[in-house]
Structures are given as C-alpha cells and as structure tokens.
C-alpha cells in the first residue's frame, strides 16, 4: 500500500488544520488505519485510530479537539485538528494495515 499524505503547515494556536492521506489500494474493508505523530526527540505515538470494529479512539491530549474520518470512495483517511496548542507540533504520519505515509509537518506557534 502506498499513501500520500498531504495538509500539514504553519498555523497559530487555536487554529485548524485538516491532513489528508490517500491510498494506492481501496480502504472499504480496512480499519487498521490511523494517524501518528512525532515530535522531535521523541518517539512516534499514535493520535488517532479505527478500531477492529470501525468505531474511532483518541490519545487523551487530542480528544474533543481532532477528527479521524474517512472517505472509502475516495481512499482517503483525514484528520481535522482543530483548537490547535503549540504541543501539537510534529511531524504526521498516517498509516494504513503495515504501510506508512511520508509525514507532514505541522507547527503550531504561540
């Protein structure tokens, strides 16, 4: 599988952003998919995921704030990030069964 992500940027805080991440493959019959981030010097944690039954889940430090969508016609995973905090900078990463996007930077300023 490959993917594409896309939507990342410079934004304040207490912005919004959406990312973006399409599949080479169709994505109707696949929840093992999610986004995940990476500050640097830290390690790569998961922000948001489908579970084994289709249903979403949040880290705590996003919850109320981020969206996990999907769109199957279109193979296309999101994430809508709104009320932003300078905590949210990292690079994203989506990632579908195995397969990872390339990342996408987003820098919230204060």
């Known amino acids: 599988v490959q993917l594409q992500a896309s939507g990342g940027g410079l934004v304040q805080a207490g912005g919004s952003l959406r990312l973006s991440c399409t599949a080479s493959?169709?994505?109707?019959?696949?929840?093992?998919m999610g986004w995940y981030r990476q500050a640097p010097g830290k390690q790569r944690d998961l922000v948001a995921h489908f579970t084994s039954s289709g249903s979403t889940a949040y880290a705590d430090s996003v919850k109320g704030r981020f969206t996990i969508s999907r769109d199957n016609a279109k193979k296309a995973l999101y994430l809508q990030m709104n009320r932003l905090k300078p905590e949210d900078t990292a690079v994203y990463y989506c990632r579908v069964m195995d397969s990872w996007g390339q990342g996408t930077q987003v820098t919230v300023s204060s």
């Open positions: 493959v169709p994505i109707f019959l696949i929840n093992a």
